[in-house]
């Protein structure tokens, strides 16, 4: 049975909730029905309490995706689609505690996302937690999944690709990727009779596209092979920016029983070509986790 969240622990500092995405499980404990009210995320423990401190679900998604990587295809809702576990993600911005027990009641296992508009959501921040854009930078925002890449791209944003994680040797689907040199527009493939963006690539001397990643399998249970830092257009060179999910395997360090803290977000510099990671002034240690 899940711990009811104390008093005192909801009168700690409160915010609003920024961006999130997530799934999990609901508790089985009995549903309580209250008037409409704000519903309490803690950060620490990734659990979601309604305001009287009932316990509703256990936050997390395997993908770490965030809203924006989601899809709008719903025209009668808010809601949004996952495009790596082809399922329905519940909007929870308008959403109070009561219509948030009848959803995870009805599907315990329910995916929600919410956004800075949310109305009934606060956030749970302990004093001790250190805020990562302390100095209010431009922030780089990172795109795990093709669809968000191109559609980035579309929008001004120039996607700085980076190999995320291993390809598996098998899998559900497969890509080709390349992107244009000039423009940075994201094309790619998963039929092997398509495999260039040009009709007739070797009679092009001047090809300006650029094969990012040859073939590889995807799987919808593993992250995504390909991530990428959205770059806006018009950012300045070696202008000082706060990367929020960082995709290299960075660690901050290791100590001696293989232990270490993975940096996973971070101020950077934007030389107009890379992005230097750490590579600005910082008071205290960037976020880390360990693993």
Known sequence: MQARLTRDARHALLRPLENFCFSGAYSG?????AAPSAMIYDVTTSALYADDGTFLHT???PMALTPDQLEA?????TDRHCR???????DLDRMSDVLAKALFLDDPHACVFSTGRARHIVFLHHREQREGNARGLPVIRTARNLQMMQ???RQGFRPLLRDAAPAPEEGEFKYIVYQHQDTGEIWWSGDRRDFHPLDHPLAADDDPWVLVK?????RADQPFPLAAYL????????????????IEDWRELTWNQGNSRRIHATEAMWTGQFLMLGATEQDDSPPCRVG
Do not use: G, M, N
């Not at 295809?73 to 809702?77: A, E, G, H, L």
């Open 29 to 33: 404990a009995p549903v309580r029905h």
């Open 59 to 61: 936050v997390h998604c």
């Open 73 to 77: 295809i719903y025209p009668d809702s």
């Open 84 to 90: 790596q576990c082809k399922r329905r993600i519940f």
């Open 151 to 153: 559609a980035a791209s």
């Open 214 to 218: 040859d073939w590889f399998f995807v």
């Open 231 to 246: 770059i806006p257009k018009d950012l300045p060179d070696y202008t000082p920016v706060f990367v929020e999910d960082v």
